[in-house]
């Protein structure tokens, strides 16, 4: 029985009556267009077609989640670039991984739509290569954009004074380092190492994970591990070093507080809540939300190389749309939890703020704010 239990639409569970019920010859693949099949893995003619239900349900939630993404990466983008205080060479690093999330899912959602009302690819072998590479290009570019926020923060808050400030000509030279980086990747399946097929449910098309030859083997493990476990390592090792700096430097205010028998040398409400937990909250949540999102799809890829299980094509595009998703949550973890991010909000768009945000500056450290760094800069 389906998940979502019997279909109630009568054409369809006629065509599954007629076929032999749930052992029928109708598969997944029937309504694939006769150019797009040699791109087909014969793994996938095993399953019958998924419940018309899930197509709408995949076609809603990706639209929603590309409405979503791309208002809320668009605003981000505005603000930052507009307002003359944020124009600093560590938000530009925030600006790029907003404007990777945006033509993710501005590139990815409408597509994706318009095939789960098909219940099919529709739009031919090309379209089908240029959304896999653009998805897998905008995926790892975001990938990697939060690994160099990453280390810009460990370079201001472990380091301090003696770290090198960053400047526009070097963050724009780590932005295209990045992007020349990701394209390399992303366009090799293109040219033959790997290729990029339909996803299970055939509504999507990514990486080429079923094939068992090594060449294509090789990529999944390559990619896996410049895209996934590198910048994933990164992130953790430069979040393990700030909670610690930050914690020692707490402690250190603390004792110094006590020294001068006071019971804190912080005012307000940054006394009622330490750095180090902010920046604790702030770094869990970064590597839990990174993690959850791009690991199903990990196992997805793995699981088809290696071979260990059975995929389904209802589990492979769920996978794939819960990496997409982080596209949506990006901004949040990097611009909402940014205090002057929220102040210039509340100035230009007053409808969408509760309240006028205050200024703390533990808040600052704690949402990675590189103050520091800006004012080295300017020096």
């Given at each position: 029985m389906s998940v979502m239990g019997e279909p109630n639409f009568a054409a369809w569970s006629a065509q599954r009556v007629m076929s032999g019920a749930f052992g029928g010859n109708i598969t997944v693949v029937d309504k694939v267009p006769p150019e797009m099949l040699f791109l087909v893995d014969s793994h996938w003619y095993q399953y019958p077609p998924l419940n018309p239900l899930w197509h709408g349900i995949l076609g809603f939630v990706i639209g929603v989640l590309g409405c979503i993404s791309v208002?809320?990466?668009?605003?981000?983008?505005?603000?930052?670039?507009?307002?003359?205080?944020?124009?600093?060479?560590?938000?530009?690093?925030?600006?790029?991984?907003?404007?990777?999330?945006?033509?993710?899912?501005?590139?990815?959602?409408?597509?994706?739509?318009?095939?789960?009302?098909?219940?099919?690819?529709?739009?031919?072998?090309?379209?089908?290569?240029?959304?896999?590479?653009?998805?897998?290009?905008?995926g790892c570019t975001s990938i990697w954009t939060m690994t160099l926020i990453a280390m810009d923060r460990y370079n201001v808050i472990v380091k301090g004074l003696s770290a090198k400030p960053l400047t526009k000509k070097g963050v724009m030279?780590?932005?295209?380092?990045?992007?020349?980086?990701?394209?390399?990747?992303?366009?090799?399946?293109?040219?033959?190492?790997?290729?990029?097929?339909?996803?299970?449910?055939?509504?999507?098309?990514?990486?080429?994970?079923?094939?068992?030859?090594?060449l294509s083997k090789s990529y999944i493990f390559a990619y896996s591990f410049f895209c996934y476990f590198m910048p994933l390592f990164g992130i953790i090792y430069c979040y393990w070093f700030i909670v610690q700096a930050v914690a020692a430097h707490e402690k250190s205010m603390r004792e110094q507080a006590k020294k001068m028998n006071v019971a804190?040398?912080?005012?307000?409400?940054?006394?009622?809540?330490?750095?180090?937990?902010?920046?604790?909250?702030?770094?869990?949540?970064?590597?839990?939300?990174?993690?959850?999102?791009?690991?199903?799809?990990?196992?997805?890829?793995?699981?088809?190389?290696?071979?260990?299980?059975?995929?389904?094509?209802?589990?492979?595009?769920?996978?794939?749309?819960?990496?997409?998703?982080?596209?949506?949550?990006?901004?949040?973890?990097?611009?909402?939890?940014?205090?002057?991010?929220?102040?210039a909000l509340h100035k230009k768009f007053p409808s969408l703020s509760c309240a006028p945000p205050a200024s703390d500056d533990a808040t600052s450290t704690a949402s990675g704010v590189t103050t520091a760094n800006e004012e080295k800069t300017n020096a």
């Open positions: 208002f809320g990466n668009g605003m981000v983008i505005y603000i930052f670039t507009t307002t003359k205080s944020l124009r600093t060479p560590s938000n530009f690093l925030v600006v790029n991984l907003a404007f990777s999330d945006f033509l993710m899912m501005f590139c990815m959602s409408p597509p994706m739509v318009i095939n789960c009302y098909y219940e099919t690819w529709v739009l031919g072998p090309m379209f089908c290569q240029i959304y896999g590479m653009l998805g897998s290009l905008f030279l780590r932005i295209f380092i990045v992007w020349l980086f990701t394209v390399g990747w992303t366009v090799a399946p293109v040219l033959g190492w790997n290729r990029y097929v339909p996803e299970g449910n055939m509504t999507a098309c990514g990486t080429d994970y079923l094939s068992q030859d090594w804190t040398l912080r005012s307000g409400d940054a006394a009622n809540t330490s750095a180090e937990c902010k920046l604790a909250k702030v770094a869990l949540m970064t590597i839990a939300l990174w993690f959850f999102a791009w690991t199903p799809y990990l196992i997805t890829n793995w699981t088809g190389v290696l071979q260990t299980a059975s995929i389904s094509p209802l589990a492979t595009i769920w996978c794939s749309l819960f990496a997409k998703a982080n596209a949506v949550y990006n901004p949040i973890v990097y611009a909402i939890s940014h205090p002057k991010y929220k102040q």
